[in-house]
DNA sequence: GGTTTACTTGAACGATCGTTCACATGATAA
DNA sequence: TTATCATGTGAACGATCGTTCAAGTAAACC
């Protein structure tokens, strides 16, 4: 094996995150990872079986990362220096500021079914991620006890995603930054009501 | 002319809101519109011209509905009624769920400069006809006095973006209601202070 | 009726897409 | 050294992409 796995699937993950699934062209990955196509073909099947690892390293990552903030001595801290480490990144990381699965949603026909549901099952994974979140937060008291757990972490997330798509298109970290601050004063706040 | 102008505009965006830009081929087009090639090219140039007059025509009908809930009697109520509507349609239509240009800002690269251009000022338009909304909720005494108007706008047309994404993997529609109540109740909530 | 003009047609173009496979290469075992 | 076997190579395949253009059609004007 002349070629180091590890590697591979970064250099891949750094392309599907710059250009989505559909428009890395095969040409494009071959260029990127110096691999010639049936070395590609021979290892990951297809384009698809790539960018099905791709996509769980990814998710692998970002449930590492989310476990660190629970771990922290502040989630709350911890939480919001993820959120900003992740979406006011350098500008020549720009693409970085997308999450690739909320990217990869956007062109969720295309992508052929096992990769689809790679990237739906790993969604599923960093909700848990932000459920442990809001929990260890409730648990060492930096969130009020009464926050309804699941409706709070399938928010956050939403935020998160919401946060990503608006950053990318974001000149000014200022104004990211103030919409970060929101996120966590209304992590704190007042939730709906069950009834309806 | 055989064919109505408006009829095919209205055709191609049903096309590009289910399938994206890059996803819609010429000859899906062709069929969606029920016109040749040629016939299409003489009047659009191209599929990226086609896109620009599809987006502009969205973002037209948006900013109208967005100036619709100014104009309700309480903006508020009609701004909860807005998002209900935009996020809980019924399953065959759940393209609809996905905001066009938040789709298409997913594949800005491919879109090409004159159609990227118009999604861009279509943003920027949402944007205003979402800081008409908070203003006028203000005026109405249904907001706060000191509420930041244009960092509210952004942070509304923000939880747009995120619950439209979110939106379209949600099975129950409790779920996506429970996440428009919480964003009212936030509307009217703490914002961040300027200094930093 | 003949001519002009505006619009439509659809076969065909070159480019690019994801993928294949006969063959080359190099390490290991005998 | 020779045989074996996993791995890597790259020209080439058929399909599909967005697009073109010579020819056809039909309404408008003289």
Not at 133 to 162: D, M, R, Y
Request: with cysteine; glycine share 6%.
């Amino acid at each position: 094996m002349r070629y180091d796995h590890d590697e591979i699937i970064e250099k891949a993950t750094t392309l599907f995150w710059q250009r989505g699934f559909q428009a890395a062209g095969m040409r494009d990955i071959q260029q990127a990872l110096d691999m010639r196509p049936g070395s590609i073909y021979a290892r990951f099947q297809s384009k698809e079986g790539l960018f099905k690892l791709v996509v769980e390293h990814y998710a692998d990552n970002s449930a590492k990362r989310l476990k660190q903030v629970t771990e922290a001595r502040s989630p709350l801290d911890a939480l919001y220096h993820f959120f900003e480490t992740a979406l006011t990144g350098p500008d020549e990381q720009r693409y970085m500021r997308q999450c690739l699965l909320v990217k990869s949603i956007a062109e969720l026909d295309l992508i052929g079914d096992i990769a689809k549901k790679a990237v739906l099952e790993s969604m599923q994974t960093l909700k848990a991620g932000f459920r442990n979140i809001i929990e260890t937060c409730i648990e060492k008291g930096e969130l009020p006890e009464h926050t309804p757990t699941s409706t709070a972490a399938e928010w956050l997330q939403n935020q998160f995603v919401g946060l990503r798509a608006f950053a990318l298109l974001q000149d000014d970290n200022q104004t990211t930054i103030k919409m970060i601050d929101k996120v966590i004063i209304d992590l704190k706040g007042q939730w709906p009501q069950q009834t309806h």
